[in-house]
């Protein structure tokens, strides 16, 4: 049964009705897939079976490929829900057009004052936040919404920007109001129902980091207990951003043990949560695998890493276990 598409923001729909409000974010032009209560991609994919990683964005023409399902047409949104009914949330895709939606997710935790943060980094750059739509988290946090430019992509990071400030861009998504999930319900706060263009200073603060070229240590193959050949920074990272759903901790945790045992560790860790993020690993599980990867390689670094848990060892970098 097709529901009607509600405007945006949707007038009378419950707080938790996720699949209208999925709904009316789509007719809004915001494309959106249907997330279980941990806010992870709801729709399973359809290579879980397959005894090698399988690299396909949708090629296959199922569902199931995460993000890359993202939507606005509102018959495939619900055709993605009935793929799923336990959802209870809806993300929503960073970086498309029209909107090139750009999420800056302030977090309260750990005592961060992240909104005097993106104040203090506004005041440096000269530019002023503008009002905006804001969704309010279950855990008190804040997220802003602005909207960019085609061509102008933007890195998801992870307190890069500036402390307890993430940044959702392409690639990433976020959690819409009208979601419930293990925390609790994700509110549309009062105040802008659109979506304020980012100011071009803050634009240039998130176009993606330069790629700098492997560290030369990535090469030091050879040395008792050092990085493995082939084990690059970017091959790492690119390890990470490949996963499927079921392995992305394992590999994260692969990756991040190569990491850390060449001492690159808290270099590569930005870049290696992004690729998480982009692979739909919440930004708290990835950040807990990192921590267990280097605490796991911690006693035997640096120099006389060993080899990692069987586990762990049995995946190799190009996927093959
Ligand atoms: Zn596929």
Redesign the pocket.
């Known amino acids: 049964m097709a529901l009607p598409a509600t405007p945006w923001p949707p007038a009378g729909v419950p707080p938790v009705d996720a699949r209208r409000h999925a709904l009316a974010a789509a007719a809004f032009g915001l494309p959106v897939i249907p997330l279980t209560r941990g806010k992870l991609p709801a729709v399973r994919s359809?290579?879980h079976a397959d005894h090698s990683p399988?690299r396909?964005t949708?090629?296959?023409g199922?569902a199931g490929?995460g993000i890359h399902d993202a939507t606005t047409d509102p018959a495939a949104v619900l055709a993605l829900f009935a793929a799923a009914p336990w959802a209870t949330g809806y993300g929503i895709a960073c970086g498309r057009a029209p909107h090139h939606l750009i999420g800056l997710d302030l977090d309260v935790k750990h005592g961060t004052d992240s909104l005097a943060s993106l104040r203090l980094l506004a005041r440096e750059h000269g530019f002023t936040v503008p009002g905006t739509v804001t969704v309010l988290t279950p855990s008190g946090g804040l997220h802003l919404w602005l909207t960019g430019l085609p061509g102008r992509p933007v890195a998801n990071s992870a307190g890069r920007l500036a402390p307890g400030i993430d940044v959702r861009g392409n690639g990433g998504y976020l959690v819409g109001p009208g979601s419930c999930t293990l925390h609790g319900v994700y509110r549309l706060a009062p105040g802008p129902v659109r979506p304020a263009p980012a100011p071009g200073a803050l634009l240039r603060l998130l176009a993606p980091p330069h790629r700098a070229p492997p560290h030369p240590d990535l090469h030091a193959v050879g040395r008792p207990g050092s990085c493995a050949p082939g084990s690059d920074g970017v091959a790492l990272i690119r390890f990470v951003r490949d996963s499927q759903p079921g392995q992305r901790n394992d590999r994260l945790f692969w990756a991040a043990c190569r990491a850390y045992e060449c001492g690159l560790g808290e270099d590569l860790a930005p870049d290696l949560t992004d690729a998480a993020l982009g692979s739909g690993l919440t930004e708290r599980g990835a950040r807990a695998t990192l921590a267990s990867a280097a605490r796991h390689v911690a006693p035997r670094a640096p120099g006389v890493a060993g080899a990692p848990d069987a586990a762990h060892r049995r995946i190799s970098l190009d996927g093959r276990t």
């Open positions: 359809p290579h399988v396909c949708g090629e296959c199922r490929h």
